[in-house]
């Protein structure tokens, strides 16, 4: 029987062994110097060893007031890409891709100081109210995108996410919701675009053109007055047209609580539209625990890769447990692994 979820994928000169991606999830393990530490080490290692296509890291700051919280890894500055390039080496050393994702929090920051956003419109009301950022400042944060994205590249790093969804800033631009600007920035939906899109075409420009560029991006706000999937699709084109490769297509989180149904598969149906309407590489995300569905919606063309979160916290081993319940042969990591499966599994 043949596996898609197990069959090798390629962006530009980034070659996957298959299609499971682990989905970008922050772990709090940083100190203030946003370094990686051995937990990371031992956190992502553990999912390169248990088979994952693509480890991808949590959110990765590209300024110190662009955290969540005072634990989260950065890139801001040189002395944080050795760490990095500990966990890409590890990663291939296994047989995965290493990627990271770079992101600014916006007005969902929780740090001494206050955050910043398009607008001075709070998260909720435990969050403090952000401070809107001025056109001056923008130049100088796109340009923090473009140095972290350098920074990667010199770590090893085989693709760069850039988070434009969850509420984070740069979808705080994109959603009349958090931005109510009346400059060039703010108003019309090209206009609300428009910083998304410059950090984009900025690190695509700086980005080796070899390595594949991926943005995290919202379908649909699901809340009036938001995101809607007409302004999903279109904003989905923008970033096609700008050379980006991967779609990672999540829903919803602008404003706290979640207003549509969570199910298996969930939000595939928004990633596969986004796939046909602009023909680039989509990924889903969203309650995707079960290989059955992923072999469906792979097989079928729906999706190309799929974002495991939760389940790969549960248990770094799922896709070597996946593919050895199909009957599928993957070469392990560790060769003594293949001790745990097969004729060996009554463990002499
Ligand atoms: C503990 C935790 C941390 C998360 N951190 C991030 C993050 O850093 N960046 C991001 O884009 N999504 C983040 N997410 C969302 C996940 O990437 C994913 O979209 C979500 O958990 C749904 O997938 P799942 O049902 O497979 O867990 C986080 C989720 C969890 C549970």
Same mark, same amino acid.
């Given at each position: 029987?043949?596996?898609?979820?197990?069959?090798?994928?390629?962006?530009?000169?980034?070659?996957?062994?298959?299609?499971?991606?682990?989905?970008?999830?922050?772990?709090?393990? &940083?100190?203030?110097?946003?370094?990686?530490?051995?937990?990371? =080490?031992?956190?992502?290692?553990?999912?390169?060893l248990g088979g994952?296509?693509?480890?991808?890291?949590?959110?990765?700051?590209?300024?110190?007031?662009? #955290?969540?919280?005072?634990?989260?890894?950065?890139?801001?500055?040189?002395?944080?890409?050795?760490?990095?390039?500990?966990?890409? !080496?590890?990663?291939?050393?296994c %047989?995965?891709? =290493?990627?990271?994702?770079?992101?600014?929090?916006?007005?969902? &920051?929780?740090?001494?100081?206050?955050?910043?956003?398009?607008?001075?419109?709070?998260?909720?009301?435990?969050?403090?109210?952000?401070?809107?950022?001025?056109?001056?400042?923008?130049?100088?944060? #796109?340009?923090?995108?473009?140095?972290?994205?350098?920074?990667?590249?010199?770590?090893?790093?085989?693709?760069?996410?850039?988070?434009?969804?969850?509420?984070?800033?740069?979808?705080?631009?994109?959603?009349?919701?958090?931005?109510?600007? !009346?400059?060039?920035?703010?108003?019309?939906?090209?206009?609300?675009?428009?910083?998304?899109?410059?950090?984009?075409? &900025?690190?695509?420009?700086?980005?080796?053109?070899?390595?594949?560029?991926?943005?995290?991006?919202?379908?649909?706000?699901?809340?009036? %007055? %938001?995101?809607?999937?007409?302004?999903?699709?279109? =904003?989905?084109?923008?970033?096609?047209?700008?050379?980006?490769?991967?779609?990672?297509? !999540?829903?919803?989180?602008?404003?706290?609580?979640?207003?549509?149904?969570?199910?298996?598969?969930?939000?595939?149906?928004?990633?596969?539209?986004?796939?046909?309407?602009?023909?680039?590489?989509?990924?889903?995300?969203?309650?995707?625990?079960?290989?059955?569905?992923?072999?469906?919606?792979?097989?079928? %063309?729906?999706?190309?890769?799929?974002?495991?979160?939760?389940?790969?916290?549960?248990?770094p081993n799922?896709p070597i447990e996946?593919a050895r319940r199909?009957g599928i042969d993957i070469e392990l990591p560790i060769g003594t692994y293949a001790r745990a499966s097969g004729p060996y599994e009554r463990g002499f």
């Amino acid at each position: 029987m043949t596996s898609p979820l197990f069959s090798p994928f390629a962006l530009r000169g980034m070659r996957l062994q298959n299609r499971i991606v682990l989905s970008p999830m922050l772990m709090y393990m &940083a100190g203030e110097d946003g370094r990686v530490t051995d937990r990371h =080490f031992v956190h992502y290692g553990a999912r390169a060893l248990g088979g994952t296509g693509l480890v991808m890291t949590e959110v990765v700051a590209v300024t110190p007031r662009g #955290r969540i919280s005072p634990c989260d890894l950065g890139l801001w500055q040189d002395e944080q890409v050795e760490g990095l390039r500990r966990l890409a !080496t590890f990663a291939h050393e296994c %047989g995965a891709r =290493f990627g990271i994702q770079l992101a600014h929090a916006g007005r969902k &920051a929780r740090l001494e100081q206050r955050p910043q956003a398009p607008s001075a419109i709070a998260y909720a009301d435990d969050h403090a109210q952000p401070e809107a950022l001025r056109e001056a400042e923008l130049a100088s944060l #796109r340009d923090d995108y473009v140095s972290a994205a350098r920074r990667a590249a010199a770590a090893g790093v085989d693709i760069v996410e850039i988070h434009a969804a969850h509420g984070y800033l740069l979808h705080s631009f994109l959603c009349p919701l958090s931005n109510t600007r !009346t400059d060039r920035y703010g108003g019309s939906r090209e206009n609300r675009a428009r910083f998304v899109l410059d950090v984009v075409e &900025a690190v695509r420009a700086a980005w080796p053109a070899e390595r594949p560029l991926a943005v995290r991006m919202t379908a649909i706000d699901h809340h009036d %007055g %938001g995101v809607s999937e007409a302004d999903g699709l279109w =904003f989905a084109g923008q970033l096609a047209a700008r050379g980006v490769d991967l779609l990672d297509v !999540t829903t919803g989180n602008l404003v706290p609580g979640y207003a549509a149904d969570v199910y298996p598969g969930y939000q595939v149906r928004y990633a596969e539209r986004v796939r046909r309407a602009t023909g680039v590489a989509v990924s889903s995300v969203g309650s995707l625990a079960s290989a059955d569905l992923m072999e469906e919606i792979i097989g079928a %063309g729906r999706v190309d890769l799929v974002c495991v979160g939760r389940e790969l916290i549960r248990n770094p081993n799922w896709p070597i447990e996946c593919a050895r319940r199909a009957g599928i042969d993957i070469e392990l990591p560790i060769g003594t692994y293949a001790r745990a499966s097969g004729p060996y599994e009554r463990g002499f």
